[in-house]
Structures are given as C-alpha cells and as structure tokens.
C-alpha cells in the first residue's frame, strides 16, 4: 500500500478504537456528574481552577505532547509500517488506559500527584520510589524540552543556542508559578493554531504533493544495529504510551469541571497525539525511499534536521517555517508544565500549600537552578535515560491502574496486559542497551520475558489473597 493508505486506515482505527474501547474504560470507572471535582471542591484560583472541558482538553493534548510524537515516530520511521502500528495499538490499548485512569485516579483523590496515586494501590515503599522517580522524570522533561527548542529555534535564526535556552527557562519560569489561567490558559489557544497548521498543513501536502501515492512502502527490514524488539517500543513512547502524562494529569484533574469529560480529556488526548505520531512516522516514510536514506538524514542532523528537511519540501519557505514553529510548540507547551507538575509533586510531598506566592517561590527557585545545571549535560546522554525511564514510569502506572481494578473486583486485563508487555520491553531494553547491561539481545529477551511473567504472576497472586 501507499503511505497515504497506510495514514488513513491507521487514523480510521484510532477514531474507532476511541468510541469503542473508550465506552469499556467508561465502565470500569463508572464516572458520576453527580460527584463534584477537585475543581468544584477546592478551587483556589491558582492550581485548582474550573475550566470547559475543551479547554482542559486543548491543554491536556498541549501538555502531553512534547517533542516525543514528532522526534520518536522520525526515529521509528526507521521500522517501517510496523512504527504505524504499534503507534495505533499502543495508543487505544496501553496508552489511553493510562491517560485515562491515571487522570481518573488523580480527580478521585482531590487532585494529588502521581506518586500519592501510586502509593494508594501499591504501598507506602511504591510511594516513596514514586516521589523521587516522578520528580527525577519530569525534570529531564522540563530539561530537554529547553535544549530541543532551542536548537530549532537557533536554526531558523542567527540567535544562539543558549540565548534561546534563558527565554525559554523564563517562560517556564512564569508558567510555573503564576495561576494556571494567566498563562497557561491564555497562551495555549494560540499555540493549538500553530499545532493546528502544522498538523493539517503537512497531511494536505503529502497528498497534494503526491508523496501519499507513491510506490508502496517496501520496507521489511530495520537496521541492523537498531533491533525492532525492543527499540521500537522505547523510541515510540508518547505517541503510544508515555509515563510522563501520568505527571501531567493530576494537573487538569484540578480543572476537569466533571467527571465525565475526563474520558474525552485523558482517553481522547493521547488517542489525538497519536494521531500527531501517525503523521511524522507516515512523513518519515513518505519523503525517503528506504530505511538507510533516512538513518543518513538523522546522522546529519538528527531528526531536526528530518523536520526542517520534510517541512521545507512539502509546504515551502513560508509554510515551512509555520510548520515547524507548529512542532517548537509541542515541546514548549510541555517543557513547561513539567516544571509545574515538578512544583505540585514537591508541595504534595512537603505539604507546602500554593496558594501563596512567595510558596511556591520558595519551590520554583531552586527548582529551576537543578533545570539550568542539567541543560549543560549531552542531550543525547539525557534523552537515551530519559527513554527508558519514561516507558518504566508507563508500566508502574499500568500496574497501578490493574491493582486498583482488581481492589474493586473489576476486569483488570485492560491494565494488566499491557503492563506485562511494557515490563517485558523495559527489562529487556536495560539488560540489552550499552547503558544498561550490555547483554546478547537473546539473553536479554529472556529475561524481559521472566520479568513479565514474574510480574504478573506476583500480580495475580495478591489478587487471589485478597479475594
């Protein structure tokens, strides 16, 4: 089949996979209108404020995707169709179960961050790991998407680098410690018109332009230093499953203004980020012949370079240069509420109420001192632990989401499935990647596959005794 062909059926199975298996989310978490939100209970105008389930929603999608389902689909892209569909597998199956309890979870519970959510179905020890692991992960968020942006932007301009990494840094800054509605709320409708360009402008090009009906794909095989299993499933990650939004949802869990909206904000924002992740994988694709063409491309300049090349080629200067703002935005729009999830989580742990400013001062200072010092590391070296890290978050929040199911003698498999499979890709990506082990892949494969069944064997006979 064509690119084109592959794109469409693809988006067609992810709208399908949103009205069907979202209706057996909604069953599992029976939402009740009836029952008010944090947003309702505990408005504060800053943090807790109520807001129309679009605007959640719009915020929600900005805030989970980052530079992970435009960069990631490029660099799985490499796989050919396969990318494609773990992106809608991953999406409907793993992805939007998490999205969607963990944000659930969070409104149920006031509000509270990730690692109290946690700690509710897996213990005072889960807890705890929790709330440094968390931390750890969307500070490297906040971190890299400053330096991703930045280069883009110095690209396109003759302004360097670090001179885009401190308006960056200030931007954050703000956006974390002002009320969510005066930035956030504000400025995020003006960057969805740039998302909102960049996505339709590039899919109507590839048509236009006749890359979606070219010859079909023919790309079979990876290359041969970059395995399928389990790198797809690592490089992939927001465009498909992402422990990162589980850091993000407790914040519009305090603007969600019912209970029911919260399957189109969490369920429908990663199943529309994945649809984001169709379009860049299907890109990648579409405008290089083969697999080695494109590794070439990244080689030269990462998968920046992909975008540059691949905005500049379907839309034209001026298109381009809208497009790519369109993809600056994504990291921007959640490099930002990292740093604001990062605040709330370290307020949860201490106690510190934020309603005054000078709190969450006292957080937000050396907060960003600890972003600007980890700025100057490789990015390279940051991403590659970052990769790893996020997909682990992912999978202990999946076995959060089977625990509390199972604690309610509902149907857990929708969460504990997919749990195995992402414990069975974390443990063997560690035991294989030159940062973690370094093993033969066959041994590693191995003990991703113990690990999983252990896992889910433990799981399972915890469900039993308390049965």
Not at 225 to 246: E, K, R, V, Y
Request: with cysteine; hydrophobic share 55%.
């Amino acid at each position: 089949m064509p690119p084109g062909a592959y794109l469409a059926i693809s988006l067609a199975a992810l709208v399908c996979g949103y009205l069907l298996y979202g209706r057996l989310m909604v069953r599992l978490m029976r939402p009740d209108n009836a029952r008010p939100t944090p947003a309702c209970t505990m408005a504060d105008g800053v943090d807790y404020v109520k807001m129309p389930a679009k605007s959640v929603f719009l915020i929600q999608l900005l805030n989970i995707a980052g530079i992970g389902p435009v960069y990631g689909p490029i660099l799985g892209a490499l796989y050919g169709p396969w990318a494609l569909v773990w992106i809608v597998l991953g999406s409907i199956f793993a992805g939007g179960v998490h999205d969607y309890f963990s944000g659930m979870l969070s409104v149920r519970r006031g509000g509270l961050s990730l690692p109290d959510v946690v700690g509710d179905h897996l213990g005072t020890s889960m807890r705890r790991f929790m709330q440094v692991f968390s931390l750890v992960v969307v500070v490297l968020v906040g971190v890299v998407f400053v330096t991703g942006p930045a280069r883009l932007l110095s690209d396109m301009t003759t302004i360097p680098v670090m001179t885009w990494v401190v308006v960056i840094f200030a931007y954050y800054f703000l956006a974390t410690i002002l009320p969510i509605d005066v930035v956030i709320g504000r400025v995020y409708p003006i960057f969805a018109g740039s998302l909102l360009v960049m996505a339709v402008g590039l899919t109507a090009a590839l048509f236009v332009e006749g890359y979606a009906t070219r010859a079909p794909l023919a790309w079979t095989t990876p290359p041969a230093d970059l395995p399928m299993w389990p790198l797809l499933f690592i490089t992939i990650a927001c465009g498909a499953i992402s422990g990162f939004h589980a850091t993000q949802s407790p914040l519009m869990a305090r603007c969600l203004p019912d209970e029911r909206s919260g399957l189109p904000v969490f369920y429908g924002a990663m199943i529309a980020e994945g649809a984001l992740a169709l379009i860049w994988a299907t890109l990648g694709m579409a405008l290089y012949p083969d697999p080695a063409t494109l590794q070439a491309a990244i080689a030269a300049g990462g998968p920046g370079k992909v975008v540059n090349d691949v905005s500049m080629e379907l839309m034209g200067p001026a298109g381009g240069i809208l497009a790519i703002l369109g993809v600056i935005v994504l990291p921007i729009t959640s490099g930002d509420t990292a740093f604001r999830s990062a605040r709330l989580t370290i307020a949860d742990v201490l106690g510190i109420a934020q309603r005054e400013r000078g709190r969450r001062l006292l957080i937000a200072v050396p907060l960003f001192a600890l972003g600007a010092t980890l700025s100057q590391v490789n990015f390279e070296v940051i991403w590659r632990y970052f990769g790893w890290a996020n997909q682990v978050l992912a999978t202990l929040v999946l076995w959060t989401v089977a625990a509390f199911l199972a604690r309610g003698g509902m149907f857990h498999w929708p969460a504990s499935l997919p749990a195995s499979f992402m414990t069975a890709v974390c443990a063997t990506y560690i035991c294989h990647a030159r940062i973690g082990l370094n093993l033969p892949l066959s041994v590693s494969s191995w003990m991703g596959g113990v690990a999983a069944a252990l896992a889910l064997a433990l799981f399972l006979s915890r469900c039993r005794r308390k049965a």
